[in-house]
């Protein structure tokens, strides 16, 4: 398996909704990444994980509640968000030494925020 | 020709020519440049690679330089086909605290004309 699987594909969430996007992989990378895409624009880092410990945060607001479950898992909880935190969510995987520098990204979540 | 949207710069080029997408990056550290193509609805997909002692990677149908004196990464296409329309985004590999990070540049919109 060399993919990484995000669910939901499309979300529509009005701005009291709590909400949750989640990401999975079975290639055995021990890092998995979350990045926002506004149109027109390249995805910008929000979080990283490195063995299911938190170890990058972009001053990232905290309406955006990252969680790793387990090494194959990767979540991210949604709550009061507002209309321009709409965007395209992307989550990415990597090893964490190596030459493999790189990251496996599945086709995202598009959220839209009401 | 090449235009620069509002926020994308575009390149058009005819079926069979060779392309060439340019990228400005940031960081004198960054050990990896790597070149990713966006389709539409889909998350970015690796292209290649090439470590920052290297001035020149070729893959299948695709070259990367790397220009350290100016900061300046390029990805040559050759014999462009519409299969490679696509927004394509170079990235620098970055560390932080220990922990490595991948951060885009601005992209570049490929559009192949027959």
């Known amino acids: 398996d060399t993919e990484v699987t995000q669910t939901p594909k499309h979300l529509v969430m009005g701005m009291t909704n709590k909400k949750s996007l989640k990401c999975e992989q079975h290639?055995?990378?021990?890092?998995m990444y979350w990045y926002k895409q506004k149109a027109k624009k390249p995805p910008e880092l929000m979080f990283v994980?490195?063995?299911?410990?938190?170890?990058i945060n972009e001053s990232v607001p905290s309406r955006f509640s990252p969680e790793c479950p387990n090494s194959s898992l990767l979540n991210l909880h949604l709550h009061a968000l507002q209309p321009e935190d709409s965007a395209l969510y992307l989550c990415?995987?990597?090893?964490?030494?190596?030459?493999?520098?790189?990251?496996?990204f599945g086709s995202g979540t598009r959220l839209t925020v009401v | 020709g090449e235009s620069v949207g509002l926020h994308l710069p575009t390149l058009s080029v005819q079926e069979g020519d060779n392309s060439i997408i340019n990228c400005a990056y940031s960081?004198?550290?960054?050990?990896?440049f790597i070149w990713y193509k966006q389709e539409s609805g889909k998350g970015p997909q690796f292209i290649i690679d090439?470590?920052?002692?290297?001035d020149k990677r070729q893959g299948q149908r695709v070259t990367v330089l790397l220009n350290k004196t100016v900061k300046h990464l390029s990805l040559q296409i050759a014999a462009t086909q519409p299969g490679d329309s696509a927004v394509y985004f170079c990235?620098?590999?970055?560390?932080?605290?220990?922990?490595?990070?991948?951060?885009f540049g601005a992209g570049t919109r490929l559009a192949v004309h027959p």
């Open positions: 290639m055995g990378h021990r890092a």
């Open positions: 960081n004198s550290a960054s050990d990896y």
């Open positions: 994980y490195s063995y299911e410990k938190l170890s």
């Open positions: 990235a620098e590999r970055q560390f932080s605290g220990g922990y490595n990070k991948l951060i």
């Open positions: 990415a995987s990597s090893q964490l030494y190596g030459t493999g520098v790189g990251y496996t």
């Open positions: 090439i470590r920052s002692n290297m």
